[in-house]
């Protein structure tokens, strides 16, 4: 991103947004809707939904549009005409399988939620004082249409606000706030931030997924994030490319049979 901190922590936040199955379209989306132009409308969520949700591609694939639906799309080719925006061809959103608090149609929603909290985001992630307060920071929801949606102009029986949950919050964190944080603490020099950082990681519950579990069942303790994102990391060197004999887990393993 030519070292503009914020385009890239605004890429990284909407790739983890989409989790593992969109994370990919969520990331292409970000690079084809530049930060700069939705800066300019930052103070209208209105505005920053139908660019976003216009750019996804979503909003030209309905046959029957609802109310809010067109209000969108008129929107969105106001600000596509000023800002010469066009939509990428072919993002790949996927819906099977997703349970519907994740689809992206939501997801993009609660990333509009996300840029409405003004410019500079990544430094109210450098300015938090402790895990809680950065956990606030991404407190966001969907718009109301999306209480009774999950797809365009599509009702839902339930009507319930669509918040990014706990797990939701954690990902982004793990993925996008901390390491975005401790990056810049460390370019930086601020020795007191990357000390802070890396507590916020230790404050944190650690990741729950097959390569952790399969760690914890060889023995390897993993109690916080920090555990967590290191054994994440042992994983990548060492499990992948068959270093197995260089693994430090692998030797703790050794050293309790031995005993």
């Not at 949700?53 to 609802?66: H, V």
């Not at 003004?118 to 809680?132: D, F, P």
């Not at 990391?233 to 030797?251: F, H």
Request: aromatic share 12%.
């Amino acid at each position: 991103c030519e070292l503009d901190w914020e385009e890239a922590f605004y890429r990284s936040v909407a790739r983890s947004l989409g989790q593992k199955v969109n994370s990919d379209p969520m990331e292409r989306l970000a690079i084809c809707t530049p930060l700069k132009f939705l800066y300019k409308v930052c103070d209208s969520r209105f505005a920053l939904e139908a660019i976003l949700q216009g750019q996804s591609g979503l909003l030209s694939s309905i046959e029957t549009p609802d109310d809010y639906t067109l209000a969108l799309q008129t929107e969105y080719a106001y600000h596509a005409a000023k800002y010469k925006l066009e939509i990428p061809s072919a993002l790949g959103w996927k819906f099977f399988r997703l349970r519907p608090y994740s689809f992206p149609s939501i997801r993009i929603s609660q990333l509009a939620s996300f840029l409405q909290l003004g410019k500079h985001l990544l430094s109210r992630v450098l300015e938090a004082q402790n895990y809680t307060e950065l956990v606030a920071v991404f407190q966001i929801s969907a718009t109301e249409y999306w209480d009774s949606h999950y797809r365009f102009s599509q009702l839902t029986k339930a009507t319930l606000p669509k918040v990014l949950g706990k797990n939701g919050i954690h990902t982004v964190l793990l993925n996008s706030a901390l390491p975005f944080r401790f990056a810049y603490a460390h370019i930086q020099g601020d020795t007191e931030l990357v000390a802070k950082t890396l507590q916020m990681y230790e404050g944190a519950a650690p990741d729950d997924n097959a390569i952790v579990r399969a760690f914890v069942e060889m023995g390897v303790s993993c109690q916080n994030a920090a555990q967590s994102q290191a054994l994440l990391q042992l994983q990548k060197n060492y499990c992948e490319p068959n270093r197995c004999y260089l693994c430090p887990a692998w030797r703790i393993c050794l050293e309790g049979k031995e005993e």
